[in-house]
């Protein structure tokens, strides 16, 4: 079992991360492509790789899970626009 408490760099700046079974994510929740920030094209990109326009590789699995039920859906696409334009905080229905 892998936990986090606190990751920093070395200055010491937090660093988020998250984890999931089989999976250590560094990075913003909801950054898909890693970008360092939580955007539209994040959702975007989510919901082009569900539907298959894109191949999941172009998508970090574990920053683009962020209802943390172990599956990237268009909920979770849904999730991320939903944090762009309201400002939604992410809960991971599965992991509370
Ligand atoms: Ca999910």
Redesign the pocket.
Known sequence: MLTIEDFTDTWPNPIPAATESGGLGVGLQGDANHSGQVTMVDAMMIAQVVVGLRPPADIDPVMS???C?G???M??AMLVAQHVVFGKEFTCWVCE
């Open positions: 899970d962020v209802n039920d599956k990237v859906t909920v979770d």
